[in-house]
């Protein structure tokens, strides 16, 4: 393969794959990622609360099934096959979906009051369990595929052509997302995302096949989870997971609000936002292969905390486009530099990588099930946008991923 002049080495033939497949992905969950919890709101009788009993279910299962997973799927059927059969359980995740707006505009409830009824828990607790299986087969060997197929001299400047091209994907589809839902509706968006889906099965199924084992028993994963020698490093993936709980939840939803229901200038907004930060994503990557990427941590994530608490003082339209952009900038830097030594510290852990992929995936959801508690006990005495606050504070935090770096480049490696 031609070299280019952007990396040092040669693209892997494994890492093309995962490109290829997780950007086609990228289409359909930039296409519903801001407007599902709309969706699920509406759903709920617009009651924030019943959503995030949603997430903390689902986040739930996935963290009490992480554990035992790897060896059911990764060590049985290898980490390829495991990766598109996760892509299967993706598409079936979106015909949940489309079944239940089916019988949720039937029976009138997103126009209506929520009132709980059997049939609605029944096709959302279906919904659960088909996302866990797709959690479960598709997350963990996917990380650790990253991992192995990075380059160490261009790990930031791969990781950042995966991100700039999410921002570029980013930039588009929630503007044809917002247009297709004032010109049709859930159910259209939902069948497109089914067919995306099944398209990412091509790439993927060109995946190098990749030797690894998960050697841990359940009892022995939540051990080594809880240690004392890797908790500074959990901490910092936990805050990574609670930010993130925010931002894919909360703030769609207050957006959404406060533009009145209109999803075009939702979809709109978004795209703008995007546009301005594409160039500077590709820059960042390539300097997080050059420089400190613990200080380029450090001041991202302050800007990006700092972002947070402004966005509490939002009232229009403009005032979201203007720290919408400044907050996506700031992100670049903290996710990068984030992004880049979770990769590196990965690397540096020898055959045990996927061990690390799972402690990192339990981590995250341990912080998304802490912050939509947080959330819970606070929005009946405040406005959700003061939940904002507690996003900053986990941004700090992610932080302690400097700080325990070493101590777990060395621990893992002689477990």
Same mark, same amino acid.
């Given at each position: 393969?031609?070299?280019?002049?952007?990396?040092?080495?040669?693209?892997?033939?494994?890492?093309?794959?995962?490109?290829? /497949?997780?950007?086609?992905?990228?289409? &359909?969950?930039? !296409? =519903?990622?801001? %407007?599902?919890?709309? @969706? $699920?709101?509406? *759903?709920?009788?617009?009651?924030?609360?019943?959503?995030?009993?949603?997430?903390?279910?689902?986040?739930?299962?996935?963290?009490?099934?992480?554990?035992?997973?790897?060896?059911?799927?990764?060590?049985?059927?290898?980490?390829?096959?495991?990766?598109?059969?996760?892509?299967?359980?993706?598409?079936?995740?979106?015909?949940?979906?489309?079944?239940?707006?089916?019988?949720?505009?039937?029976?009138?409830?997103?126009?209506?009051?929520?009132?709980?009824?059997?049939?609605?828990?029944?096709?959302?607790?279906?919904?659960?369990?088909?996302?866990?299986?797709?959690?479960?087969?598709?997350?963990?060997?996917?990380?650790?595929?990253?991992?192995?197929?990075?380059?160490?001299?261009?790990?930031?400047?791969?990781?950042?052509?995966?991100?700039?091209?999410?921002?570029?994907? /980013?930039?588009?589809?929630?503007?044809? &997302?917002?247009? !297709? =839902?004032?010109? %049709?509706?859930?159910? @259209? $968006?939902?069948? *497109?995302?089914?067919?995306?889906?099944?398209?990412?099965?091509?790439?993927?199924?060109?995946?190098?096949?990749?030797?690894?084992?998960?050697?841990?028993?359940?009892?022995?994963?939540?051990?080594?989870?809880?240690?004392?020698?890797?908790?500074?490093?959990?901490?910092?993936?936990?805050?990574?997971?609670?930010?993130?709980?925010?931002?894919?939840?909360?703030?769609?939803?207050?957006?959404?609000?406060?533009?009145?229901?209109?999803?075009?200038?939702?979809?709109?907004?978004?795209?703008?936002?995007?546009?301005?930060?594409?160039?500077?994503?590709?820059?960042?990557?390539?300097?997080?292969?050059?420089?400190?990427?613990?200080?380029?941590?450090?001041?991202?994530?302050?800007?990006?905390?700092?972002?947070?608490?402004?966005?509490?003082?939002?009232?229009?339209?403009?005032?979201?486009?203007?720290?919408?952009?400044?907050?996506?900038?700031?992100?670049? %830097?903290?996710?990068?530099?984030?992004?880049?030594?979770?990769?590196?510290?990965?690397?540096?852990?020898?055959?045990?990588?996927?061990?690390?992929?799972?402690?990192?995936?339990?981590?995250?959801?341990?912080?998304?099930?802490?912050?939509?508690?947080?959330?819970?006990?606070?929005?009946?005495?405040?406005?959700?946008?003061?939940?904002?606050?507690?996003?900053?504070?986990?941004?700090?935090?992610?932080?302690?991923?400097?700080?325990?770096?070493?101590?777990?480049?060395?621990?893992?490696?002689?477990?």
């Amino acid at each position: 393969m031609k070299k280019m002049k952007y990396f040092s080495d040669k693209l892997s033939a494994g890492f093309i794959a995962i490109y290829s /497949g997780r950007m086609t992905l990228t289409v &359909a969950s930039q !296409l =519903l990622g801001l %407007f599902m919890p709309i @969706f $699920l709101y509406q *759903v709920f009788g617009f009651n924030i609360v019943w959503v995030l009993f949603y997430y903390i279910l689902k986040d739930v299962l996935y963290l009490i099934s992480l554990p035992f997973a790897p060896k059911v799927f990764m060590n049985r059927i290898g980490l390829k096959n495991s990766i598109r059969l996760g892509v299967i359980f993706g598409s079936l995740y979106y015909v949940g979906f489309f079944i239940l707006e089916k019988y949720t505009n039937s029976m009138e409830v997103i126009s209506g009051e929520f009132v709980p009824e059997a049939w609605l828990f029944t096709i959302i607790l279906t919904i659960i369990l088909i996302l866990t299986l797709n959690r479960l087969t598709y997350w963990a060997p996917l990380h650790t595929d990253i991992t192995k197929f990075t380059s160490k001299k261009d790990r930031g400047k791969q990781v950042g052509l995966m991100a700039v091209t999410q921002v570029i994907l /980013g930039a588009l589809m929630p503007l044809a &997302a917002g247009w !297709l =839902l004032m010109e %049709f509706n859930y159910s @259209f $968006l939902f069948v *497109v995302a089914i067919i995306v889906y099944l398209i990412a099965l091509i790439p993927f199924s060109a995946l190098p096949k990749v030797d690894e084992k998960f050697s841990w028993t359940y009892k022995k994963t939540w051990k080594e989870f809880t240690s004392k020698a890797r908790r500074k490093l959990m901490i910092a993936y936990s805050a990574d997971g609670a930010e993130s709980g925010v931002r894919m939840v909360i703030w769609p939803i207050f957006m959404w609000e406060l533009l009145n229901g209109n999803y075009l200038q939702v979809g709109i907004i978004s795209s703008l936002v995007v546009v301005v930060t594409v160039a500077v994503q590709l820059i960042v990557g390539n300097y997080t292969d050059k420089v400190n990427r613990k200080k380029m941590l450090k001041y991202g994530t302050i800007l990006y905390a700092i972002g947070w608490v402004i966005k509490i003082f939002i009232a229009s339209a403009f005032q979201i486009f203007i720290t919408s952009a400044y907050h996506n900038i700031a992100n670049i %830097f903290s996710r990068t530099s984030f992004d880049a030594i979770n990769y590196e510290n990965a690397a540096d852990q020898g055959h045990y990588v996927d061990e690390y992929t799972v402690l990192r995936e339990m981590a995250i959801q341990v912080g998304r099930i802490t912050m939509s508690i947080v959330i819970i006990l606070l929005v009946p005495y405040l406005s959700i946008q003061w939940t904002f606050i507690c996003a900053a504070l986990a941004v700090l935090a992610m932080n302690f991923m400097t700080d325990s770096q070493e101590i777990e480049r060395a621990k893992l490696t002689r477990i």
